[in-house]
């Protein structure tokens, strides 16, 4: 298959760069190994769209983090996804932390970051009264704000894929493909080549491994665990914003946010590990969440908890994000190492790798704007955010959103249908897609109904419906069937 | 204008059809049920294993058995079904019930009186945060009993449950039935949390082990459950270092418990109680609103099918009554109080407008002979024992409360003898 660009990664990098690549007449393919969309850090995160006061002026995150924040209040009209714009606190507890606090404001003022202040903690109380009673003082950004990372990501790839980008899932790259000059010929996968001039390593955690298919060496990814608690939306308004501890060597400390569909959630650890792909949680690091969170937040309520995750973030050893168009092999591009900041970067940056493309391979591609370029894309119907006349508008136009499938989290059979038309296969995306298995019962009443409505629609039968992709099939087999075969009986 | 109902019932299960019966034989006109799933039944139409109404009709029948002489009576007693209907809203200032149905879209009723009927739900894997992986194969108990049941398919070949509710020990032997192996049932507690009846049943028959004080620690496994680790734990259920065992198997059922489904319940602004977890009724079972009534595991989980049809009898009638002005609005309010070892009862109210059954569970087992009461001398009986994993009953006459105008409370309580 011949492309012109090839991105490996469709998390929220490689979906935002398609998408700005696909403003030009360019034949795009966005390769993951998922199975479904977001898969790896932008699946598992803070959901954060920073305010841009935490990084050291100078880096590249710097130069990202505040642009990115910008078009993301704009982005999520055109993409429709939820943003909850409800600023972010940095809380203090000591003299020295509010120091920390002053030095974050320089920063934060250095980095254009718009009115990052400083206030009491009283102030704060007033605003979140469930916060630590010893916080004395909090570093306010009011641009911050907290995102739907898995809508995000899908209308991001979603909106690239009107404009003509296209995306192949469980394509697994397994090397890159050079010409006799020794320059980028594109991407070999257990899919088959993908032949592109240009080649994006927008991998994630696996984006060091990719740089070194191209020779380069000269960073490494350190996989980098954060562990999460998820509460039942019931929570909503227990706190209203984003709440971080001062940031410490290991990261940003303990969070406490609202998530923008309204659950209370705890998180992260930085955890340094090997294996990219290990995102099991630990006693010991829901431990260390648990107290971090209570400091933060003393009455957390815990018992309301309903899921823990991890997530596996690219750590690099700079610390900083590793961009950079590599003299040989030509042709390829490294957006690597994007971790916090990186969601909120990703627009930015996306922008950014558009006019380094333009201008760096001039030679090897042909750059005409796509007039038929289209911004705006629109999400599945939010059954739960609407309107009765809304609901009984569209209830009468379609009766499939008179159905409901989802009932914690009041999701319709007609989202379900309209995620599977836009591309969902397994039970956890069109949980992503739309919320379905998202609620306080975890997918107990759903997930049934849900593997249903897959297997009729993609004519599969329902023991070949998976979870997640890959081996992870729900059921083994029909009943009888399964004694039979075990007790040696042969069906006629 | 909506359509004129006297009495809405949500949720056909055993509790909201025994209300439409209830209402019905209490002169409600109209009632109507109305249910979310294709079929009336509710979880019953799932539990395809006998056991079902010993007390109610003297024989053992399967769940779907049990219910359908129910519903064979609601018909005839003139009550009106709707299926595949679903109420996503309650009004809290007007009362308004909001439902979506396919063919009739979305609609709003104003019904005299309604009843809550909407049963309990599982605890999920994350109310009990056990680290790990996040692989397939990981069900509560019911859902690989809807799996099993009603779609044909097995969750998997080699099961562990956690828990031991009753639907965990009904799945256990329900998997060894279909084929598959059940390495064993974890409790954490130091007794069983389900019926002893089950226990010997489910396990014993089969030789399926049960470990008290042990519990699943950790999930392992990418795509497919590749395992969980096991532990012993302390007093505190603290796992117990050494003691952690890997154990192989490809499914884990949860049966840890259940939760009164009270989402509409919440909407509608009515008081939930924080320990049963269901609404705060009286014994006519009204809520905190007057034209709200609420019956069955959606108050209260109780053990047996039987003592839900019962209550929602009462449940049923009283909201027939309140909807044609029968319900005196000076009713009394005599509230019940437990004793030490009481960890939960209902209802919470006394009128001394009925008979009252206040169901009640033990916070411990008392392995020795007991006594249930109700000071001030309204009610004793002996019992051979207590357990939590099965309900006590305390029976208060409306005579009774009516011998009594100045009664302010009652307290219940199990002690040894």
């Known amino acids: ?44 995160n803070s959901s954060m769209i920073h305010g841009g006061f935490d990084d050291k002026p100078g880096s590249v995150k710097a130069k990202f983090c505040v642009p990115g924040n910008k078009l993301w209040h704009k982005l999520k009209d055109e993409l429709d996804v ?124 696996h984006s060091g491994e990719i740089a070194s298919w191209a020779g380069d060496n000269s960073f490494r990814i350190i996989p980098t665990k954060g562990e999460y608690f998820l509460l039942d939306r019931a929570t909503k308004g227990f706190i209203h914003s984003f709440l971080f501890s001062c940031p410490s060597k290991a990261g940003k400390g303990i ?125 599945i119907p939010r059954f739960l955010y609407m309107d009765m006349d809304a609901r009984k508008a569209l209830a009468e136009k379609d009766p499939a959103y008179a159905q409901i499938v989802c009932r914690c989290e009041t999701v319709t059979e007609g989202q379900v249908l309209e995620a599977i038309r836009r591309g969902a296969r397994t039970v956890s995306a069109v949980k992503m897609m739309t919320r379905a298995g998202t609620g306080r019962c975890q997918g107990g009443f759903c997930c049934p109904r849900v593997a249903e409505i897959l297997s009729r629609e993609l004519g599969l039968s329902l023991d070949e419906v998976t979870r997640h992709g890959g081996k992870s099939k729900l059921l083994v087999g029909k009943t009888k069937e399964f004694l039979l075969k075990k007790e040696g009986v042969r069906h006629e | 204008m909506s359509e004129r109902i006297d ?46 109404g010993l007390r109610t009709f003297k024989e053992e029948l399967t769940g779907p058995e049990y219910m359908h002489r129910f519903i064979e009576q609601a018909h005839s007693e003139g009550v009106e079904f709707r299926t595949n209907t679903m109420v996503f809203q309650i009004d809290r200032e007007t009362n308004t019930v909001w439902t979506m149905n396919k063919q009739r879209g979305i609609e709003a009723l104003n019904p005299g009186a309604i009843v809550l009927t909407m049963g309990c739900r599982e605890r999920p894997l994350g109310a009990i945060r056990i680290p790990g992986t996040r692989p397939s194969g990981i069900y509560t108990a019911g859902t690989a009993q809807r799996f099993v049941n009603m779609e044909g398919y097995m969750p998997g070949k080699r099961a562990v449950i956690l828990g031991s509710g009753d639907i965990g020990l009904i799945m256990a032997r329900r998997m060894i039935w279909e084929g598959a192996e059940v390495e064993g049932v974890y ?61 192989e198997c490809d499914t884990l059922l949860l049966a840890i418990g259940l939760i009164p489904e009270n989402e509409l319940s919440r909407m509608a602004g009515i008081d939930i109680h924080p320990v049963t977890g269901g609404p705060v009724v009286n014994d006519l079972l009204q809520t905190t609103n007057p034209a709200i009534f609420a019956a069955g595991n959606v108050v209260i989980v109780y053990d047996l099918v039987d003592n839900v049809s019962d209550e929602g009898l ?77 309900m006590n009953e305390v029976k208060i006459k409306a005579e009774q409360v009516r011998n009594l105008p100045e009664l302010e409370e009652i307290v219940i309580d199990i002690q040894p003898v």
């Not at chain 2, 509790?15 to 109305?34: H, T």
């Not at chain 2, 489910?202 to 532990?231: K, M, S």
Request: charged letters at 25%.
């Open chain 2, 7 to 52: 009495v809405l019932i949500i949720g056909a299960g055993p509790a909201g059809v025994a209300a439409g019966i209830g209402a019905r034989r209490e002169g409600a006109e109209r009632v109507v049920v109305l249910e979310r799933d294709w079929d009336l039944g509710g979880i019953l139409q799932q539990c395809i294993h006998p056991g079902f």
């Open chain 1, 82 to 205: 939820h943003l909850d714009e409800c600023g972010s606190y940095v809380c203090a507890f000591s003299d020295d932390e509010v120091r920390h606090l002053e030095t974050l404001l320089a920063q934060g003022k250095a980095n254009g970051a718009p009115g990052v202040a400083i206030i009491s903690g009283d102030e704060l109380r007033s605003k979140e009264p469930n916060v630590s009673p010893e916080i004395v003082a909090a570093l306010w950004s009011p641009e911050a704000g907290i995102i739907n990372n898995f809508e995000a990501v899908n209308a991001m790839i979603e909106s690239a894929r009107i404009n003509g980008a296209e995306l192949f899932l469980e394509t697994r790259a397994l090397g890159l493909m050079l010409d006799d000059k020794g320059d980028v010929r594109g991407v070999s996968t257990d899919k088959g080549e993908f032949s592109a001039p240009v080649v994006i390593n927008a991998g994630g955690v």
């Open chain 2, 187 to 247: 409790e954490v507690m130091s007794w069983p949390g389900g019926l002893r009846r089950n226990i010997a049943q489910c396990l014993d028959d089969y030789g399926i082990p049960f470990h008290l004080r042990t519990t699943v620690t950790r999930i392992h496994g990418q795509d497919r459950l590749e395992g969980v680790t096991v532990a012993e734990v302390d007093d505190h259920m603290t796992p117990i270092k050494g003691t952690e065992r890997f154990v």
């Open chain 1, 255 to 379: 969070t406490v946010l609202q998530t923008a569909e309204g659950n209370l959630m705890s998180g992260p650890t930085a955890t340094e590990q090997d294996d990219p792909e290990d995102r099991s949680t630990t006693p010991e690091g829901l431990a260390e969440v648990l107290k971090g969170a209570r400091r933060l937040v003393p009455n957390f309520p815990v018992n309301m908890n309903i899921t823990t995750f991890a997530g596996v973030r690219a750590n690099t050893e700079s610390g900083d994000f590793e961009i950079s168009v590599l003299a040989k092999p030509r042709g390829f591009v490294n957006v690597a190492g994007i971790k916090s900041p990186g969601f909120t970067s990703a627009p930015a940056i996306a922008e950014y790798i558009s006019g380094l493309v333009r201008e760096e391979f001039a030679d090897r591609l042909t750059f005409t704007p796509n007039e038929k370029f289209i911004p705006e894309r629109t999400n």
């Open chain 1, 1 to 44: 298959m011949n492309y012109d660009v090839v991105i490996i990664g469709s998390g929220i990098v490689g979906a935002s760069i398609a998408r700005e690549l696909s403003r030009y007449k360019l034949k795009i393919a966005v390769i993951d190994k998922a199975s479904e969309l977001p898969a790896g850090a932008s699946r598992a």
């Open chain 2, 314 to 390: 009462i449940a049923g009638a009283s909201a027939a009554k309140f909807a044609s002005g029968r319900i005196p609005k000076t009713a009394r309010r005599i509230p019940v109080k437990g004793g030490e070892n009481v960890r939960l009862y209902s209802p919470q109210y006394v009128t001394g407008e009925t008979d009252a059954t206040i169901f009640m569970r033990v916070t411990h087992p008392i392995e020795q002979a007991c006594r249930v009461f109700a000071e001030p001398g309204l009610y004793s009986q002996r019992l051979r024992y207590a357990r939590p994993g099965e």
